[in-house]
């Protein structure tokens, strides 16, 4: 049950977009698509963003995206916002009912 | 509206035991398979256990699978993660997290559990 890898931050201007990679093996990310993110605002719960790869539940804003590609996922936040300044995880359902998250990457707005 | 209320967090010492509970509201409690997320401090979000709506089916990371015990008593919407045999690496904020198919759709605001003698 390693944890997926993230890039430790990445940053944009305001209107910019970001993509932020989440690296797991045949065994998580690329076995399932049951990836999901979460966005983490300091001091507070996570959110979820995304769920199956790339859809959004009701009330996020369609800026946000998911994509996949064999053992890697991403998230891409278009048009960044200031309040999209937040800490992001990727999650991936790993099997035998277990899930494992990502490194988390904080994402500065400029 | 879904509301996740953890409570039972606190200092213990290493090797001791707590007991953790969440009272949920606004969603079918039984309905639902629920789970616990935890958070060390400054880092990242860690998978912890998950029941099913019974409560007769559990799952547990390898970290803490002998140690801790997750249940639910649906008569009182209520979850529950009893840890034993507390470790300083289990110091964290533990989540309280409604799961809907393979995600965690709603969290609570966390209760912090803290080990150290």
């Known amino acids: 049950q390693s944890a997926l890898t993230q890039p430790p931050s990445a940053s944009g201007s305001p209107g910019q977009s970001v993509t932020i990679s989440c690296t797991g093996t045949?065994?998580?990310?690329?076995?399932?698509?049951?990836v999901s993110w979460y966005q983490q605002h300091p001091g507070k719960a996570p959110k979820l963003m995304i769920y199956?790869?790339?859809k959004r539940p009701s009330g996020v804003p369609d800026r946000f995206s998911g994509s996949k590609s064999g053992n890697t996922a991403s998230l891409t936040v278009s048009g960044l916002q200031a309040e999209d300044e937040a800490d992001y995880y990727c999650?991936?359902?790993?099997?035998?009912?277990?899930?494992?998250f990502g490194t988390g990457t904080k994402v500065t707005v400029l | 509206e879904v509301q996740l209320l953890e409570s039972g967090g606190g200092l213990v010492q290493p090797g001791g035991s707590l007991r953790l509970s969440c009272a949920a509201s606004?969603?079918?409690?039984?309905?639902?398979?629920m789970s616990w997320v935890r958070q060390a401090p400054g880092k990242g979000l860690e998978w912890v256990s998950t029941?099913?709506?019974?409560?007769?089916?559990?799952y547990y990371a390898d970290s803490v699978k002998g140690r801790f015990t997750i249940s639910r008593d649906n008569s009182k919407n209520t979850l529950y993660l009893q840890m034993n045999s507390l470790r300083a690496e289990d110091t964290a904020i533990y989540y309280c997290?409604?799961?809907?198919?393979?995600?965690?759709?709603?969290w609570g605001q966390g209760t912090l559990v803290t080990v150290s003698s």
């Open positions: 997290t409604k799961r809907w198919n393979y995600y965690f759709d709603y």
């Open positions: 606004g969603f079918t409690f039984s309905n639902y398979a």
């Open positions: 029941i099913s709506t019974s409560g007769g089916v559990t």
């Open positions: 045949s065994s998580d990310v690329g076995g399932y698509n049951y």
């Open positions: 199956e790869v790339s």
């Open positions: 999650s991936s359902y790993a099997g035998s009912n277990t899930y494992v």
